[in-house]
Structures are given as structure tokens and as C-alpha cells.
């Protein structure tokens, strides 16, 4: 390989690795969505649901975590989660209400407040701590997952997003750095998902 060739292969990874820092939010998207959609709705409750509900089931899931995605990248891009993706993910949880009813409507309006009132009351209290749209993200996500789900998920995604914030100011970032936390929300009910799912599944 020439000279220039190789400066051509190492400029290009630079701008693939540029490209990923810069949309990390979609490190775990599409993909995990489909992988989400299988494992929980094939095997989370596999004894007692109709094939034909696993296949609807399989695919809220699936649309859910897209715009979950998208939310994300967004708000890696530019610190907003728009109002539309929100709506977007609380009727697809009210599509999913009759059919996942392994999550009761109770547990599902639990889930709608569990995290995203705390969130406010911290926001008011501290100004800058949440943006309005990550908590009428996850009040919507609550809707959709109901209270166990989604309050894990909230755990998994504070604690990945303080290890971030830790490399942050490592690298000499400052205090005051905007965390986009969307994609640490999105990750963390990726992750809570699979745990959720494989501890029933194994019994």
C-alpha cells in the first residue's frame, strides 16, 4: 500500500471515529431495538401468550425503542428531545396496553411518574439538573414500561451517566458540561429489558 493510500485509510477512520463520538446515541439503537423486540416479547411469558400477540408485541417493542433512538440522537446532537418523539412513545404505551398485559394499567401510570416526578421536583430545585423534554421523555418511556422496568432502567442510566461525567472532568471538561442524558436513558432500558426478561425466562 502506498504512502497515500495508508494516509487515506487513516483519515477515514478518523472521520469514523469522529462520527461515532459525535452520534453515540446510536451505538445502541436500531440494532438492540430488534434484539429488545425478540427476546422480550419470544420469551419473556413465553408459556402463556398467543403467537400472534408475541408478533404485535414484537413490534411496539421494536417501534418504541426506533423512536427511543431517535430521541437519543437528538439529544446527543442538540441537548433537546422534541415533544413529538414523547407523544410518539405514549401512544405507542397505549397501543401496548391491551396487548403486553403482563404490565397492568396500574403499573403503567406507576411507571409514568415513578421517575419523571422526581426529575421535575429535582429540576425545580436545581436549576439546570433536567430538561423538560428527558423528563416527559421518561414519563412517557414509564407509560410504556410500567414502574419495575423503568425506575431500574433510571438507576442503571444515573450511574453510567456519573462514570461519563468522571471521564468528563478527566479529560478536563468542565463542571458545567452538558451530559446528554437521553442516550444514557436509552441504554439503561436497553440493558433493564434483557436483565428484566432473562430473570424470568430462567425462573
Not at 420469551?43 to 400477540?53: G, L, M
Not at 423538560?132 to 432502567?153: N, P, T, V
Request: aromatic fraction near 14%; proline fraction near 3%; hydrophobic fraction near 50%.
Amino acid at each position: 500500500m502506498s504512502i497515500a493510500s495508508k494516509r487515506n485509510v487513516r483519515q477515514n477512520r478518523k472521520k469514523v471515529l469522529k462520527w461515532l463520538i459525535k452520534n453515540k446515541a446510536v451505538l445502541p439503537g436500531e440494532g438492540a431495538a430488534l434484539l429488545c423486540a425478540f427476546f422480550y416479547s419470544f420469551i419473556y411469558d413465553q408459556n402463556r401468550v398467543p403467537f400472534s400477540k408475541k408478533i404485535v408485541a414484537a413490534i411496539l417493542i421494536a417501534l418504541f425503542f426506533h423512536v427511543v433512538n431517535l430521541a437519543a440522537r437528538s439529544d446527543s446532537s442538540c441537548h433537546k428531545i422534541p415533544n413529538q418523539y414523547c407523544c410518539a412513545i405514549a401512544l405507542l404505551a397505549f397501543a401496548a396496553a391491551p396487548v403486553m398485559t403482563e404490565i397492568s394499567i396500574g403499573e403503567r401510570v406507576a411507571g409514568g411518574g415513578i421517575v419523571s416526578v422526581p426529575m421535575l421536583m429535582l429540576s425545580l430545585g436545581k436549576k439546570g439538573s433536567f430538561g423538560g423534554g428527558d423528563i416527559k421523555f421518561m414519563g412517557a418511556c414509564g407509560l410504556f414500561w410500567g414502574f419495575e422496568i423503568i425506575w431500574k432502567s433510571f438507576v442503571f442510566s444515573v450511574i453510567m451517566a456519573a462514570f461519563y461525567g468522571i471521564w468528563l472532568l478527566s479529560q478536563g471538561k468542565t463542571k458545567n458540561t452538558l451530559i446528554p442524558i437521553g442516550v444514557f436513558l436509552q441504554t439503561g432500558m436497553i440493558l433493564e429489558v434483557f436483565l428484566f426478561a432473562w430473570s424470568v425466562w430462567k425462573g
